[in-house]
């Protein structure tokens, strides 16, 4: 391969991978945007998430034509192709989990006595770990670490029972305080997003692995 030929399939695969952190930078602060507004009741912040979230958008699609364009352009080979598939894939769940984050946001005003409704003590914790999945599973990507995606993976678990947990409690609390179904109702929801959104950091941390090493982790059902 020329030399010219190789300096321009380099700079296509940073601008890539570039595109790919500005998308997870992004989604990150979604994340915690959101789950600050809703705590808060900010509703102005959660305008912002909502606003921002076109930007996301817009940047899948640069993702995208970025990575058809370098594949139909430099025929890459292996690792190289591996990793160009694995930011197409990573762009379309970044895209979703700033979904999810945005969902989050809407949710904010729909709180109602937000300074004497227990139930929303129990989400902050649950949002933490699925944000630092999102956020260790994207520097798992920019160090190429099949290590780390393996311990993304892992941490799921975490998340799942904290969903089960927080159903179970705010379905009771519904229940015990009939006047609070509304609002307990929109936690579910927020639950149920950042479940996905820990289900969304896993499925990246499969392509990260499978980038890195060419394969999927074993014991991992497909």
Same mark, same amino acid.
């Given at each position: 391969m020329a030399e010219h030929t190789v300096k321009a399939f380099d700079e296509d695969i940073t601008r890539l991978r570039g595109l790919v952190a500005e998308m997870g930078g992004l989604a990150e602060v979604a994340i915690a945007e959101g789950m600050q507004a809703l705590v808060t009741g900010d509703e102005e912040l959660a305008k912002a998430v909502v606003a921002r979230d076109k930007k996301l958008d817009a940047l899948e699609g640069e993702v995208d034509?970025?990575?058809?364009?370098?594949?139909?352009?430099?025929?890459?080979?292996a690792d190289d192709l591996r990793e160009i598939i694995a930011a197409l894939k990573i762009g379309g769940v970044l895209e979703r989990i700033g979904d999810y984050a945005k969902n989050i946001a809407k949710r904010a005003p729909?709180?109602?006595?937000r300074s004497r409704f227990e139930p929303l003590t129990l989400i902050p914790a649950m949002g933490e770990i699925a944000a630092e999945m999102v956020h260790d599973v994207l520097t798992a990507f920019a160090a190429r670490d099949p290590v780390l995606a393996r311990e993304v993976i892992e941490r799921d678990e975490k998340v799942d029972?904290?969903?089960e947990s927080i159903f179970r409690n705010l379905v009771s609390? =519904? $229940?015990?305080n009939p006047a609070t179904i509304s609002s307990?109702?929109?936690l579910l929801f927020v639950a149920r997003n950042?479940?996905?959104i820990g289900d969304?950091?896993?499925?990246?941390?499969? =392509? $990260?692995?499978f980038a890195a090493?060419?394969?999927y982790p074993e014991d991992i059902e497909r």
């Open positions: 034509a970025m990575a058809i364009r370098t594949i139909a352009l430099r025929a890459p080979m729909r709180i109602e006595g029972a904290f969903y609390y =519904m $229940v015990e307990a109702a929109q950042l479940e996905r969304h950091a896993t499925n990246v941390a499969e =392509m $990260v692995h090493v060419g394969t």
